[in-house]
């Protein structure tokens, strides 16, 4: 035997999750090893020896029976057991597996209880019975009676049943007669013999000795009888083992095993029992009621009532016995869905419910509604015996579907009723408006919005005409060679306005095909991509949408890639799963209200992937998100020249920088986050309040030959002077400034303006830190760098309180304001203030702050004014907890200045933030709650919330000069 050590174990299967799932399972208690296929396997056996394999049977190039072969070929690995693990559960492939001495069957999917029960049951054998060549016949034939008692017996001159025989009980099975030692149970045939019953004592030593006697070896031992228990009792037993011979056939040992048959017989007993009085009540039940075997492909019947001769045409006679001759009648065109339900229901332990047709004996066609459910489970947990009951549904079922008929059309009428008269209405009303204008810029923005009804208008239009050529079957693929990172770029650049609209994080991945380029249609591709895409983003109000791409497997010829959109939105239930494909259908009668679309976006996006050659799947739950998925398979080219470099969309490192950054931002909130941001990676801000204080700055360093700045951040919504005017000045001074657009409206028409005003690059807000070291890294040299935390710190608490605390200074009145501008006619005050509370609110994740404030704003962008008192009112009602919420900050700080600290303790705390000042490190806002303690250092605490530290250091060294004299002459 081997040494003692922490038994090992080898993992064989070519899909890496079953390998990591199987690993995480078993790590804990054993030395897990991997291999994702048959040749890597053997390698692993020979060099590892592992106490057991988990085996998959379905890889490609070798599969599992062949690794097998080639494992029992090697002297070093021929004994080590064998578990397959695999999804094949048929009679025939276990009878196979059996065929090459497989130890057990683990059945996918698999559960983690299982999976240690059967690895601790192999464990527990070979460590019992693997000590010389007779326990390992022992081992491979306990391998079918896990759980049950073991015996062994040496034979004494071809006796097999002198009574003195040394007969070898395990303790299990003493324990089942109720004997405790060796003493109470010798080890000899006597003691068995002496418990048979009675009537069966006869039988069962003949059948004991026929086996033994039998030098061929061709009279099995597999008996019942009963057996007395030491208080009296009778219990039913099942004995069966196996004889070891010399050369000439005659025995020398014979081992076994026993179970306890009892409770088993009772129990089948009993269903009899309950099957009488069953098929007493059933017979005259409307349809038809029935059991079998679970046997497929046959589903051998075992019982079935009277109503089988109505419903199917045979009486009760004609099918007991033998193989459903329901299975026969079902449609062909419904049977895959029914294997598939069947192996997500009854195959696991649920109830199996569902309505598809039958052709019946005379060639007419029924509905039938089906229920089916488990009646009895085979030891190893899989079914045994179904019952169920089957319902012609016919009649009802054509009522159904001729008012879902009905439904759908005057459902898809009204859809499209309601979708095309909007856009319509809007350009026909604008152009009214575009034709009786004087005004240029009002018609230029009239034309706009005619451009944007009438886009909108031909995509409803597109998705009707992509339907009906896909329903005729005239839609044609492309083939030619294109980028996969090209048209992810894409999608990502169409879809970001609407993620940064509605604050949700978008991932974007796509695995590069080094020196390939796929053969393909680009625009379909991207036209089913974006469908899925635009759905996740449609029904997610927050959290996170992920996009992606993996390469699955590659060759000299193609390529096949895996392609995933999940998101966190509002989810579905099963039977919304059902439809979301049918054309001119969506998950509920309320979506299209709600979110609005036809309901073809998903019928386009299924029926382009299948065109490709792959297959929609989703996957999703009510309230817990969707995730969509699909594999297609392409032909590659090679594109060895192709030296574009991908563009990284995943998370980078942390960059540290030296250099002098502007920012010019009318709100103090934006302001304190940016700062924040720069200062972590090393910058120096210096900030201006509108457009015009920017420009000054730049033009005054400019004058005084400063360095220029290496990098300004311009809001483009400012009063006296908003971004663009102020960014064209700065343009005009040609100082190589860059100049990076800081904006919520990121939409793809403003982006296009920004660029023509010179910033060609755009940080929304709100933003994290990753975009904005996406954006510095374009411009600046990083001096060095530190691995990216997933949970990026966006923020002390310190940090949170001083904006928290600014936000109710700022907006305490702000609502007021709004109105008075309104009143006062000067809409682009009102719009402004509006658009600066939304940005706030969104900052310090007041979501339904944000939405009302972004409703006056578009109200007051566009001119509206049937519904601004509600929306006023919904405003006010959001704002009024938010500032009572932070009014609390006011008073704690009104708290703190009541005790105020001793001179010693201030020149203690200004020692400490001297060098933090120096350093610009943003930690030193950390110290603001202790700062306002100290009498005097108001503005040193106003400049460090604003993160102007170099004015902070300057205020800091007159007041220590302050109170080091105040010190002396107290001294």
């Not at 097999?160 to 109470?184: A, H, V, Y």
């Not at 070896?217 to 228990?229: K, N, V």
């Not at 696991?348 to 009646?375: C, F, Q």
Request: hydrophobic fraction near 40%; proline fraction near 4%; charged fraction near 25%.
């Amino acid at each position: 035997m081997r040494e003692a050590k922490k038994s090992s174990i080898l993992v064989v299967d070519d899909e890496i999750n079953n390998i990591l799932a199987l690993m995480n399972i078993l790590n804990q208690d054993y030395t897990v090893y991997a291999a994702k296929n048959g040749q890597d396997a053997l390698e692993a056996a020979e060099k590892h020896l592992p106490d057991i394999i988990l085996l998959d049977i379905i890889m490609p190039d070798m599969d599992g029976y062949a690794v097998i072969t080639e494992l029992r070929k090697s002297e070093k690995t021929k004994s080590i057991p064998v578990i397959f693990i695999t999804g094949l559960s048929s009679p025939e492939d276990e009878e196979k597996g059996l065929a090459f001495e497989v130890a057990d069957y683990i059945i996918k999917p698999f559960s983690p209880a299982i999976v240690k029960l059967r690895v601790k049951n192999q464990i527990k054998l070979i460590e019992q019975f693997c000590s010389n060549e007779y326990d390992i016949m022992k081992y491979k034939l306990s391998n079918d009676a896990l759980k049950i008692a073991l015996w062994d017996m040496d034979v004494i001159d071809g006796d097999p049943i002198n009574p003195q025989n040394s007969f070898t009980w395990s303790q299990e099975f003493r324990q089942m007669l109720g004997f405790t030692d060796e003493i109470d149970f010798p080890n000899v045939l006597q003691s068995w013999s002496n418990q048979l019953h009675p009537e069966d004592k006869e039988h069962a030593l003949e059948a004991f000795a026929a086996h033994i006697n039998d030098r061929t070896g061709q009279t099995p031992y597999d008996i019942e009888y009963r057996l007395m228990l030491k208080n009296g009792d009778c219990r039913n037993f099942r004995a069966f083992g196996t004889t070891q011979r010399d050369r000439a056939g005659i025995p020398q040992r014979v081992a076994g095993a026993i179970e306890d048959m009892t409770e088993k017989k009772k129990a089948k007993e009993a269903a009899k029992r309950m099957s009488l009085r069953i098929e007493a009540i059933i017979n005259n039940l409307p349809g038809m009621v029935y059991q079998c075997l679970n046997n497929p492909p046959e589903y051998t019947v075992t019982f079935i009532s009277k109503g089988s001769k109505e419903f199917m045409g045979y009486e009760p006679e004609e099918l007991i016995g033998k193989p459903s001759k329901y299975m026969e009648m079902m449609h062909p065109d419904d049977i895959e869905d029914i294997v598939n339900k069947i192996e997500k229901t009854l195959m696991v332990g649920l109830p199996y419910e569902h309505s598809n047709r039958a052709i019946m004996p005379d060639g007419t066609i029924k509905w039938i509604w089906e229920r089916t459910n488990v009646l009895e489970w085979n030891p190893d947990g899989s079914p045994a015996v179904l019952e169920g009951y089957m319902f012609d549904v016919t009649d009802k079922w054509k009522l159904y579907e001729a008012e879902a008929a009905n439904r759908a059309k005057s459902n898809f009428l009204a859809k499209m009723s309601h979708e095309i008269r909007t856009p319509m209405n809007s350009i026909m009303g604008f152009a009214e408006l575009a034709l009786d204008s004087d005004s240029m810029p009002q018609m230029n923005d009239y034309l706009r919005k005619i451009f944007d009804s009438t886009k909108w208008l031909l995509n409803i239009i597109n998705d009707i005409l992509d339907i009906s050529k896909i329903e005729a079957g005239k839609m044609e693929l492309e083939h030619v060679p294109f980028d996969l990172h090209e048209v992810f770029s894409r999608c990502q650049s169409v879809i970001l306005p609407i993620v940064k609209e509605k604050n949700l994080d978008l991932s974007i991945y796509v695995e590069p095909s080094i020196g390939k380029k796929l053969l393909g249609d680009p625009v379909r591709l991207y036209q089913a991509l974006m469908n899925l895409l635009s759905n996740a983003v449609k029904f997610t109000s927050s959290g996170k949408v992920k996009f992606s791409s993996a390469i699955k497997s590659t060759d000299a010829n193609n390529t096949t890639v895996y392609f995933e959109i999940r998101d966190t939105g509002i989810g579905m239930t099963h039977e919304q799963i059902k439809k979301i494909f049918d054309p001119f259908v969506q998950a509920d009668s309320s979506t299209t209200r709600d979110y609005g679309g036809t309901g073809l976006g998903l019928t386009i996006a299924k029926n382009i992937v299948e065109l490709m050659g792959g297959e929609l799947k989703v996957e999703s739950a009510l309230g817990a998100g969707s995730t969509f998925s699909f594999e297609v398979t392409f032909d590659t080219v090679e594109a060895a020249n192709d030296t574009t470099e991908q563009k990284k969309l995943d998370m980078i490192e942390k960059p540290y920088f030296e250099g002098l950054v502007l920012i010019c931002d009318d709100n103090s909130l934006n302001q304190q986050v940016i700062c924040a941001h720069l200062a972590r990676v090393g910058l120096q801000t210096v900030a201006a309040d509108n457009g015009k204080i920017g420009v000054d700055i730049v033009r005054k360093r400019k004058e005084n030959n400063e360095a220029p700045f290496d990098l300004i951040f311009m809001d483009m919504f400012m009063p006296v002077m908003d971004g663009m005017e102020a960014a064209a000045k700065i343009m005009a001074m040609e100082t190589g400034t860059p100049i990076v657009a800081m904006t919520a409206n990121v939409m793809l028409s403003e982006l296009e303006k920004y660029k023509r005003h010179g910033m060609p690059d755009c940080l929304g807000k709100p933003f994290v830190s990753q975009e904005l070291w996406h954006i510095l890294l374009k411009y600046l040299e990083p001096i060095s760098n530190e691995p990216a935390n997933a949970d990026i710190d966006e923020g002390s608490e310190e940090e949170r309180k001083v904006m928290r605390f600014n936000f109710y200074k700022s907006n305490k009145n702000i609502h007021a304001e709004i109105t008075e501008a309104v009143a006062a006619g000067d809409t682009k005050l009102a719009h402004r203030l509006a658009h600066t509370l939304k940005g706030n609110a969104g900052l310090l994740g007041k979501t339904e702050l944000r939405n009302a404030a972004l409703d006056v704003e578009t109200l007051l962008k566009d001119g509206a004014s049937s519904i601004w008192e509600s929306k006023m009112n919904k405003l006010k009602a959001e704002l009024t907890p938010v500032l009572e919420e932070f009014k609390i900050l006011i008073d704690e700080a009104k708290q703190e200045k009541i005790q105020m600290m001793s001179t010693e303790q201030a020149l203690a705390l200004f020692e400490k933030l001297e060098p933090m000042l120096k350093q610009i490190n943003p930690e030193c806002i950390d110290l603001l709650g202790d700062i306002r303690t100290v009498q005097g250092a108001e503005e040193l605490a106003q400049q460090i919330e604003n993160y102007k530290f170099k004015e902070a250091a300057k205020i800091l060294s007159d007041l220590k000069k302050q109170l080091g004299e105040l010190g002396d002459k107290h001294g």
